[in-house]
């Protein structure tokens, strides 16, 4: 093969694993490959069509804001729970996590004077205990005036660490652990502890902490269904009585068509 011919193969294979328009690595080029990939999906909410989600999207206003620092991998997990944030909370930012550039939109929300960012964390290492902060920080912040965003650290608990670790822009923020008795409630993944919950709990519980409670109940109820419609997808079993958290969600939805009509 021809030096130019090499050269040329090599830099379309660099175009390939890498964006164009930032050079950072591009998540994996095919879709994630687990336990139902071939199942027919919903182009909306992404869940097999036998159980679509679709019916029970409703929207909710808090004020504190959720941004999620999601790991790649992530993305093409149709267990993944962050989106079910974006879906309920219109305000949720979405940022994909990259070690070596971090992304340009975040950097310049962390600067953004309106906003008071909190990283999400368990407080179990003495290296960073200066930075932990409790929930009072985030009340403290609603009285200045300024918008509480909880930032979520979207992978896995491995993933979220290593996030953590290997992100300098996140060393001046303070560390929000979330103290709370519940235990998650997933099903479609095996945690390695009952206390460890899935995103969109976190997201749950501490909008309720911080006292977004209508918006926590809605998004606990979204969660709900999708653990629900999830997990009889996996066995081909329909849901044909609504749960529930299906007729809260229905009749929120109504009500709100109702509104516009």
Not at 231 to 254: C, F, G, N, V
Request: proline residues 8%; aromatic residues 8%; hydrophobic residues 35%.
């Amino acid at each position: 093969m021809p030096a130019s011919d090499t050269y040329n193969t090599l830099a379309d294979r660099a175009s390939a694993e890498s964006d164009p328009m930032t050079r950072h690595p591009r998540p994996p080029s095919r879709e994630f490959k687990a336990r139902g990939s071939f199942v027919t999906r919903c182009a909306g909410c992404n869940l097999p069509e036998l159980n679509c989600l679709c019916p029970y999207q409703v929207k909710a206003e808090s004020h504190a804001q959720v941004w999620l620092l999601t790991h790649p991998l992530e993305h093409y997990k149709p267990t993944n729970t962050g989106r079910l944030i974006g879906d309920v909370l219109a305000q949720t930012e979405v940022f994909t996590w990259y070690r070596t550039a971090p992304d340009k939109h975040l950097m310049a929300l962390l600067e953004d004077p309106r906003y008071s960012p909190f990283v999400v964390f368990p407080d179990d290492q003495p290296d960073y205990a200066d930075r932990v902060v409790t929930l009072g920080a985030v009340v403290d912040a609603k009285h200045s005036g300024k918008i509480p965003v909880y930032i979520l650290l979207d992978g896995t608990w491995r993933q979220a660490r290593r996030i953590f670790r290997k992100s300098p822009y996140l060393d001046a923020l303070p560390v929000l652990p979330l103290r709370t008795e519940r235990e998650t409630r997933y099903r479609l993944r095996k945690p390695a502890s009952s206390a460890h919950l899935c995103t969109a709990e976190v997201a749950v519980e501490l909008l309720r902490q911080g006292g977004d409670v209508t918006a926590a109940a809605m998004l606990d109820d979204y969660f709900d269904v999708f653990n629900d419609s999830y997990a009889a997808s996996r066995s081909y079993h329909k849901i044909e009585t609504p749960t529930p958290a299906m007729q809260r969600l229905s009749a929120k939805r109504d009500a709100e068509s109702s509104a516009k009509e």
